[in-house]
DNA sequence: TCTGGGGTCCTAGGACCC
DNA sequence: TCTGGGGTCCTAGGACCC
């Protein structure tokens, strides 16, 4: 079992979730967008997905992960707007600084959340609820956003009550109160129960969080194993065990690192699915450079027409981070796995397994090896500047047909809409 | 309705070693 | 040799999160 982190005093955790981050921001962009339906993620006839959407569109049943095209129908009037990942990231930059100022203990758990450990802090800033609200008007201030905080002893409740408090709320759970604030939520409100355990737990005739509390923990664990029994104490509103039951603010190391794919149409053409596993490749290969970290396993992930999807992965025994030998190793497994003639809707590249070669795997590395190491960081620099489709490796792909994407990966003016026009 | 892209964690089986 | 068990590495798939 995980080591058990709970103190034996109680830990006043405080989860931060900002207000439809990614509409917010971009009304700040486009302040004609308030107060609309707004979707973010794509276009309403595009190959996609909704990545956030505001209240108003929220109201025709509007939600995220819900295909764009979905979207369009039930929320015909909906504005539809491209994502900005910079802007968002940018964003997301100053809403770290302003939590900076209330706990050295502050952990982004994604763009637009954080969680903070504010145990001993009520001399600085007050008891839980001013302490709150004293953060919640300098995010305003600061940000121009909203945001919502759910205060708790564990960061389960914290999380679990910042939902409830959405939109733009305070809500603290006072410690002793877990398992009754609990109680009459249901089971899907549990971070790590998804559509499938909320299913297996309806079959079971377990719908609340407080039908789950009264089970046994053995019959939990054995219906469900080692998650059976995380989720006996989740219903308690405990960390028990997995990522939650860490620090908060401890730096966890990456642990993979990918790029994918969609096509915007389905397609069998070798030529364009080598070249977009060549892209994909140097991608990967760049964010490694970028991150100083070697790779020892790389996989392939191909999505055929139907939705069926394999990975196939392969583990080498030196570690590398550059992009002719990943796309090597790639193509290898592509031209093995891939039907011939079979379409092709998503391509994807993974490296994990890392190592950091110390010394050692340092003086192993060839001369050819650190020429080639060089020339590929001069090319990110170019690419940092020009974008990621300017500088292309020079081999058997160069000069092939690349898929025009609606990505504008260097901000460039005039890479968006307008140069869609023939 | 026709399903993105970036991640994490877990399970389970087989290979291989002692 | 007709049968073991633990440990580690590797691979594939799937649930889940934002």
């Known amino acids: 079992m995980a080591t058990a982190r709970q103190p034996a005093f109680p830990r006043t955790i405080f989860h931060v979730d900002m207000d439809a981050f990614f509409v917010s921001v971009e009304e700040l962009y486009d302040p004609s967008l308030q107060g609309k339906a707004v979707v973010v993620g794509g276009q309403r006839n595009e190959r996609g997905v909704v990545s956030a959407a505001s209240y108003e569109a929220r109201k025709f049943g509007v939600h995220s992960a819900m295909p764009l095209r979905t979207a369009a129908k039930n929320c015909p009037h909906a504005i539809f707007v491209d994502g900005h990942p910079e802007r968002y990231r940018e964003c997301s930059e100053k809403v770290y600084k302003v939590l900076q100022e209330f706990s050295p203990q502050v952990e982004m758990a994604s763009i637009d959340e954080a969680y903070l450990d504010m145990t001993g802090t009520a001399r600085l800033h007050g008891p839980p609820l001013k302490a709150a609200h004293k953060l919640h008007q300098r995010m305003k201030e600061e940000t121009l956003l909203n945001c919502s905080i759910g205060i708790g002893s564990s960061r389960l409740i914290a999380k679990v009550s910042s939902a409830q408090a959405k939109p733009n709320g305070v809500l603290w759970i006072v410690p002793g109160k877990e398992a009754t604030f609990l109680a009459p939520l249901n089971v899907r409100e549990i971070p790590g129960v998804g559509k499938v355990?909320?299913?297996?737990?309806?079959?079971?005739?377990?719908?609340?969080?407080?039908?789950?509390?009264?089970?046994?923990?053995?019959?939990?664990?054995?219906?469900?194993?080692?998650?059976?029994?995380?989720l006996a104490g989740k219903a308690r509103g405990e960390d028990a065990g997995g990522w939650f039951d860490t620090q908060v603010g401890a730096h966890e190391e990456a642990k993979s690192i990918s790029h994918e794919h969609t096509f915007n149409e389905d397609t069998a053409d070798i030529n364009q699915l080598e070249s977009t596993l060549m892209r994909l490749s140097e991608m990967v290969a760049r964010r490694l450079r970028e991150a100083n970290l070697y790779t020892r396993t790389l996989q392939l992930k191909l999505r055929y027409k139907d939705f069926t999807t394999i990975t196939r992965a392969r583990t080498l025994p030196v570690p590398t981070q550059l992009d002719g030998e990943i796309f090597e190793q790639i193509r290898t497994l592509f031209r093995k796995h891939w039907k011939r003639g079979s379409q092709v809707r998503l391509l994807g590249v993974q490296a994990s397994h890392f190592e950091n070669p110390a010394g050692q795997l340092n003086l192993l590395e060839t001369a050819q090896q650190q020429k080639w190491k060089d020339a590929l960081t001069v090319a990110d620099r170019l690419r940092d500047r020009f974008g990621e489709s300017s500088v292309t490796l020079a081999s058997g792909m160069r000069g092939q047909f690349r898929e025009r994407t609606h990505e504008n990966p260097a901000g460039l003016p005039g890479k968006g809409k307008s140069r869609r026009e023939p």
């Open 197 to 230: 355990m909320e299913k297996h737990l309806h079959d079971l005739g377990i719908m609340k969080v407080g039908d789950l509390a009264r089970l046994e923990e053995s019959e939990l664990e054995q219906r469900f194993g080692k998650w059976g029994l995380a």
